[in-house]
């Protein structure tokens, strides 16, 4: 298992502008990051990658080659840089074009411009992707629980499998939406539900109150995993179903750790 520190991280750094290159690179520096490469297009971020690998890529929204989005699908789409973590760094505030980095597996989001201490929030949001360590249960083997991932991203649910693996948990089943779900929840038994929350077909609110209202899953505890703000009406609606934790999108491996200590250690 690695144990990397941030000031052992490998960063590059895909950004357009100079001055944002030269302010960002100068607060990496400050958070204690040595090593930062550079790059101001996608093929050349894709070259660097290929050619000497990184520990993090932070990168920009829009290149005059593509778009950030472009270049995290294609290192979640190739197994050699799949499991590097991706940070966006942009100014854009759209819901929705947010919403596809979110469905698509990025470590962490950061406006333009941005404080310090986001900045290290999300390197270690990061760093906990890349430092895995095995969840301590008190009741049982966290390698024996059976999990449940419900997500109509392929991408996401990599996202959440490569985080939950990272603790421990293999046993892991994978449904594309709520009705899939159903059929697995029919035929198998499970110690833990993870699931979107806006899917196709059946969504997460759909198979939350399935799982809750059937004696035979009542039990299983659900993690709900939304892009949906706090105050959105649709949250009203999940707390009702009996959820039994929230976690935002991007899912951060700290937050699920300590979620998971609770669901599982009662």
Do not use: W
Not at 155 to 163: K, M, Q, S, T
Not at 217 to 228: D, F, G, L, N, Y
Not at 229 to 238: R, V
Request: glycine residues 4%; contains cysteine.
């Amino acid at each position: 298992m690695q144990h990397l520190s941030i000031s052992d991280l490998h960063i590059l750094l895909v950004e357009p502008s100079d001055t944002q290159r030269k302010i960002i690179s100068s607060l990496l520096i400050k958070e204690k990051v040595d090593e930062i490469d550079a790059v101001s297009t996608v093929a050349e971020a894709k070259a660097a990658m290929r050619s000497h690998g990184a520990d993090l890529v932070v990168s920009a929204m829009y290149f005059e080659d593509g778009t950030g989005l472009d270049l995290l699908k294609s290192m979640k789409n190739d197994a050699e840089t799949a499991s590097i973590p991706f940070m966006l760094v942009s100014s854009e505030n759209r819901i929705a074009k947010l919403e596809e980095f979110k469905q698509a597996g990025v470590a962490a989001i950061l406006p333009k411009p941005f404080e310090p201490v986001h900045l290290a929030r999300a390197l270690r949001a990061s760093l906990d992707l890349i430092n895995t360590e095995e969840l301590e249960l008190e009741l049982f083997d966290v390698r024996d629980v059976r999990v449940l991932l419900v997500d109509d991203s392929r991408l996401a649910r990599n996202h959440i499998r490569r985080v939950l693996e990272g603790m421990g948990l293999n046993r892991i089943d994978e449904a594309e939406n709520g009705a899939m779900a159903l059929t697995l929840l029919k035929d198998n038994t499970y110690d833990l539900v993870v699931t979107d929350y806006n899917m196709p077909e059946m969504d997460g609110r759909e198979l939350s109150e399935f799982v809750r209202f059937n004696p035979e899953t009542a039990h299983i505890p659900i993690i709900m995993v939304t892009s949906e703000a706090a105050d959105s009406p649709h949250m009203a609606n999940i707390q009702q179903t009996g959820v039994n934790a929230l976690c935002d999108k991007p899912f951060e491996a700290q937050e699920v750790r300590t979620m998971l200590a609770a669901l599982l250690g009662e």
